[in-house]
T-cell receptor, first 112, second 112 residues
Framework: KQEVTQIPAALSVPEGENLVLNCSFT??????LQWFRQDPGKGLTSLLL?????REQTSGRLNASLDKSSGRSTLYIAASQPGDSATYLC???????????FGQGTRLTINP | NAGVTQTPKFQVLKTGQSMTLQCAQD?????MSWYRQDPGMGLRLIHY???????DQGEVPNGYNVSRSTTEDFPLRLLSAAPSQTSVYFC???????????FGPGTRLTVT
């Protein structure tokens, strides 16, 4: 059974810092991995999707990497801003399975 | 495009009552899914559909029914509400489970 873990559960950093969020998964037979952002009381917004054949994807100040063999992904946020404060979730889809498995998320706070 | 819409935003039910959570999308997506989000449990898949007339169970389907008569709509029915169904419910849609997922704003349900 695929399990997805995100550590730490919460992270607080001062504005301007570069930071890394971690996501690990137990079954390397994934099709892709997605990173989402969730603001309090809101739905999820897709940030980046990495196919299993890719090593990384970039969007603005965000860079997501994928190491399928070791079962790890990281989300790098450059020059953090208070507006980046949110919960970040990763999810994997497995080959042949019509569903996503989510991690529990990392709650990020950027302090001005 | 309105994207994925969910109604109602909030709902309070008494144990044993039934209700339908509505989900609609205007992006012509074939894949739609329902998740529940609980503290400490993350998002868990309830039911999903790969197209009109086709539905399947996810990780936690007990107590919930779905049907998909059109591409646009994917309602979730609670047959006899229980306090354990107190949660935030999210609907999502995409071109397929391997594609970027678009989430609705959620329905916060309380069962007393």
């Amino acid at each position: 059974k695929q399990e997805v873990t995100q550590i730490p559960a919460a992270l607080s950093v001062p504005e301007g810092e570069n930071l890394v969020l971690n996501c690990s998964f137990t079954d390397s037979a994934i099709y892709n991995l997605q990173w989402f952002r969730q603001d309090p009381g809101k739905g999820l917004t897709s940030l980046l999707l990495i196919q299993s054949s890719q090593r990384e994807q970039t969007s603005g100040r965000l860079n997501a990497s994928l190491d399928k063999s070791s079962g790890r992904s990281t989300l790098y946020i450059a020059a953090s801003q208070p507006g980046d404060s949110a919960t970040y979730l990763c999810a994997v889809s497995r080959e042949g399975a019509q569903k996503l498995v989510f991690g529990q998320g990392t709650r990020l706070t950027i302090n001005p | 495009n309105a994207g994925v819409t969910q109604t109602p935003k909030f709902q309070v039910l008494k144990t044993g009552q039934s209700m339908t959570l509505q989900c609609a999308q205007d992006m012509n997506h074939e894949y739609m899914s329902w998740y529940r989000q609980d503290p400490g449990m993350g998002l868990r898949l309830i039911h999903y559909s790969v197209g009109a007339g086709i539905t399947d169970q996810g990780e936690v389907p007990n107590g919930y029914n779905v049907s998909r008569s059109t591409t646009e709509d994917f309602p979730l029915r609670l047959l006899s509400a229980a306090p354990s169904q107190t949660s935030v419910y999210f609907c999502a849609s995409s071109y397929g489970s391997y594609y970027e997922q678009y989430f609705g704003p959620g329905t916060r349900l309380t069962v007393t």
